[in-house]
């Protein structure tokens, strides 16, 4: 019988090597793979990690890739850290971007100062509110959050679509469904870096999304709001017990992550479109849910896991126009990364027990200690 | 291996006789944690034998390989001379061996004779079943009506639901893991007097326990598991309760005097009329309890479980705050309306009865264990800013205080043993010196030293002038421990009465609800 036993201790060596096995183990499969496929093996790895990174521009706009996925993940990690499932992202991003927009839309002539503030804060609430939705239904008739979140989002990408082919339409836009253009005011700047310049579309919004996520740990580990976040999903009944108040919690967690993803669609259309249009997210509401677990629900790791999955999206594009690979086959490959990343994190945790003897890793890396003679 | 090999006083004519069940050197361990180790033991058909060992001991390990449920990783049984590998609870009845767990797997919204059919094999129609049930009920004086509604039943009820749902199908080998525990004293010699006619029939019945009167009432030779070892089978009749406490604990066993209630003491908190409707079809309705809680004693609630305790506990600590106003109040101000965090404020200290997941979170570290009852006190935050090297310290002099073993620097909760773990959550808040504590349970699943340690601080805490309110299931804890006795029974509570006026007899009278204490 093959079981899988907790760790007591784990070492910190083997929580360093664990993710490089796992990308070592990928790019192994991903060779077979390409291989078998008739790419040229190494040709197709280049292209996959090498290529999205080979200039210093690219580096840029890798953050840039990754930048609403580590504002959001690090507002999901509340979430899914108090047991609470927001799956509807997407649809609180859209909402921020809805609000912030109609703020651009309707005072273009606001200063920088003026417009900025009010655009962050706009769609911090449109999120928020959205998010609002399964919180208060879930608090007060107990419906599944997962259910309301997620199809929220298609409600929320509906009515996007309906005001930007309707009240909201640019009547310049040739019949194109886009609204007009945001003012300069509305616009998040790129970064000029002293003596390099700007660093391929590197805006302020990376800045605020890195700052974000270091103050979602800071909030997280060393609060109140985070302590009963973490006892609130951990043990419920402690939690009551602790004098917290589960649905303060619920609404808190919906309210945090509403209004991140809300902030994330405010800085992915102010800093890369500059208007609205029915497409403003390729899926960032979903794919940050696979940053925030990737990253252990750990917001300072949601930065290292936002920007390899940004990686692995960059390098799908790029191996599909320059190879002419397939979607699904980049698809493939982006799943054989995140399951090795995940099966390391287990392996991590958990050593390997066959018919009760521990297996061991060669030069004992994985902490094997010996065991009771016999057992 | 063990130190004490199979013993001794096997009676002649048992030896006779080929035993029913062998043992041999079984050995099973979880982890880095051996339960049981080297295990040998037998039992013959027709003889009640006990299974002895305090909580933790490796007892239920052991049965629940008997009974299939885990398999031995060395050594192995011998069923009627053949050896066998029980392969899991179908194999084991198949067999003819049939457990009573301590839990009971009844559906409650079922009749009793539709219970049993379910477990037995298909073809006997519902009328040819309860003619059965009827006739052996008769035959064995179990008294079980097979049209009842199991929600209906009484514990001890259902518990005979349960064995009669274990001898339909006609077993060699019965095995009861603490039957007792649910039941009074009354129910347990009922108990009794049906286990000894199973015995005549020939059936052998392995009982758990950690009782030793019962055992020593009911059994002829118990096997005693010490930390997963078997330190020794012998023949109660030869036995004091004293000398098989020694072979469970391991040392010399201390009495403890019943304590005096200290006179015109002043009541601290209090529990006026308070009634609490029930919010679940099986949970038990509060019936205008009242407590008066005085400075410099402990007053223990005695009770079986599903009597209200759980009930009671959460409107004690406020997580439950439906009661009318002034039902609960410290030094004459109305907490009723008051949350957790609030009473622990006006001084109050709790110590619920599951220390997993309710006392503790066991995937945190002590520190933040010590924060949950601890974050609306002074020092513990500044501004929703946790401090946390005050937790840190806090948490280690609790730790020293009150002699928990910890396997590191600031561990996570689920690291420490039971007994470890519920010395930290009674330290915890013995630490703050409440004026009122009020602890549920306050050594269930804890070694004898951790018991007698914990028992030591409440009345610590009592003689400082603090007043203690202890729910205890263990009626030996609650004469050793309590200044007055009240009994809680389906949600209501008896006048509290000193504990030198008690008898073990009356006190159970009142667990199964008959008549109300005179006080004396």
């Known amino acids: 019988m093959i079981a899988l036993i907790p760790r007591k201790d784990i070492p910190l060596s083997l929580t360093l090597l664990t993710p490089v096995v796992a990308i070592a183990l990928t790019l192994v499969m991903g060779a077979i793979i390409f291989g078998a496929l008739g790419y040229e093996p190494l040709g197709a790895l280049y292209q996959f990690f090498v290529a999205p990174v080979s200039h210093a521009y690219q580096i840029g706009d890798l953050f840039v890739k990754a930048c609403p996925l580590i504002i959001i993940a690090s507002g999901l990690v509340f979430c899914y850290r108090a047991n609470i499932w927001n799956i509807g992202a997407e649809g609180q991003l859209v909402f921020g971007a809805i609000f912030s927009g109609w703020v651009a839309l309707t005072f273009p002539d606001l200063s920088v100062g003026v417009m900025m503030p009010a655009m962050i804060l706009a769609g911090i609430l449109g999120g928020l509110l959205w998010a609002m939705i399964p919180a208060l239904l879930k608090t007060r008739f107990n419906t599944n959050e997962i259910l309301v979140s997620l199809m929220l989002t298609y409600v929320a990408s509906l009515f996007i679509d309906w005001l930007i082919r309707g009240p909201w339409r640019d009547p310049m836009a040739f019949g194109f469904p886009l609204t007009k253009n945001y003012a300069d005011a509305a616009l998040i700047g790129q970064v000029s870096f002293p003596g390099i310049g700007t660093l391929g579309q590197l805006h302020w919004g990376v800045v605020g999304g890195v700052i974000l996520a270091l103050v979602a740990w800071f909030v997280l580990a060393r609060t109140m709001i985070g302590f009963q976040v973490k006892v609130m999903g951990d043990a419920p009944r402690a939690g009551r017990f602790a004098g917290f108040n589960p649905s303060l919690v619920t609404v808190m967690v919906l309210a945090i992550s509403g209004a991140t993803a809300g902030l994330a669609g405010m800085v992915e259309v102010s800093a890369n479109i500059g208007q609205l249009q029915p497409n403003i997210s390729f899926g960032y509401g979903f794919t940050a849910i696979i940053v925030a677990f990737l990253a252990r629900l750990n917001p300072l790791a949601v930065i290292a896991a936002g920007l390899v999955v940004a990686l692995a999206e960059l390098g799908g594009d790029s191996a599909q126009i320059v190879l002419g690979m397939p979607k699904v086959v980049t698809g493939v490959f982006k799943g054989i990364l995140l399951f090795m990343l995940l099966a390391g994190e287990t392996f991590n945790r958990f050593h390997v027990e066959v018919n009760g003897v521990e297996i061991k890793w060669p030069g004992n890396l994985w902490g094997a200690k010996p065991r009771k003679a016999g057992a | ?520």
């Open chain 2, 1 to 520: 291996m063990s130190p004490a090999k199979k013993s001794t006083s096997d009676k002649k004519t048992k030896q006779q006789q080929n035993p029913l069940l062998m043992a041999d050197g079984v050995t099973k361990s979880f982890g880095d944690f051996t339960a049981n180790e080297d295990v040998s033991f037998s039992i013959y058909p027709g003889e009640i034998h006990a299974l002895l060992g305090e909580n933790g001991a490796g007892k239920s390990t052991f049965v629940k390989m008997i009974y299939g449920l885990l398999q031995p990783d060395k050594g192995e049984f011998t069923w009627q001379n053949e050896a066998v590998t029980i392969s899991g609870p179908q194999h084991a009845r198949d067999l003819g061996i049939g457990m009573v767990f301590q839990h009971f797997s009844l559906f409650q919204a079922l009749t009793v004779a539709e219970n049993i059919q379910l477990a037995l094999p298909k073809g006997e129609t519902i009328d040819d079943l309860s003619a059965r049930v009827r006739s052996m009920s008769e035959e064995y004086g179990i008294g079980v009506d097979p049209d009842a509604r199991v929600h209906n039943l009484s514990v001890g009820q259902q518990q005979r639901v349960e064995i009669m749902r274990c001898l339909l199908q006609d077993p060699k080998l019965l095995i009861m893991d603490e039957p007792t525990s649910v039941l009074t004293p009354q129910e347990s010699a009922q108990l009794f007097d049906v286990l000894r006619r199973f015995s005549k029939a020939g059936v052998a019945i392995l009982f758990i326990s950690h009782k030793l009167d019962e055992v020593r009432a009911l059994t002829s030779r118990a096997t005693v598991l010490r930390r997963g070892v078997n330190v020794g089978t012998v023949d109660t009749s030869t036995r004091t309760s004293r000398e098989l406490a020694e072979m469970m604990v391991g040392s010399k066993v201390q009495d403890v005097k019943s304590q005096k209630a200290p006179a015109n003491a002043q009541t601290l908190f209090s529990v006026n009329n308070l009634s609490r409707p029930k919010d679940t079809r099986f949970a038990t309705a509060l019936r205008a309890v009242n407590i008066d809680a005085r400075a410099g004693e402990v007053l223990g609630i005695a009770g079986i479980a599903g009597n209200g305790q759980d009930e009671l506990m959460e409107a004690l600590i406020g997580e439950w705050t439906g009661g009318a106003a002034n039902t609960i109040q410290l030094d004459g101000e109305d907490l009723s309306q008051v949350g957790p965090a609030g009473r622990r404020v006006a001084g109050i200290g709790f110590v619920p009865e599951e220390r997993n997941g309710h006392a503790a979170v066991p995937s945190m570290t002590l520190s933040d264990n010590s924060l949950l009852t601890a974050h609306s006190l002074e020092g513990a935050q500044n501004k929703g800013v946790i401090n946390g090297a005050a937790m840190r310290a806090r948490a280690a002099a609790i730790a020293a205080a009150f002699d928990v073993r910890l396997p590191g620097v600031n561990p996570l909760a689920s690291s420490l043993s039971g007994g470890n773990l519920q010395k930290f959550v009674v330290g915890r808040e013995i630490e703050k010196v409440p004026r009122v504590l009020i602890i549920s349970q306050p050594t269930w699943g804890v070694d004898i030293g951790a018991a007698m340690f914990i028992r030591k601080a409440m009345l610590e805490l009592a003689a400082k002038g603090s007043a203690v309110i202890m729910i205890s299931q263990d009626l030996e804890e609650v004469f050793m421990v309590s200044h007055r006795v009240s009994v809680l029974y389906d949600g209501g509570l008896s006048d509290a009465v000193p504990v030198k006026s008690l008898t073990a007899e009356k006190v159970g009278l009142l667990m199964g609800g008959s008549a109300q204490m005179e006080a004396s």
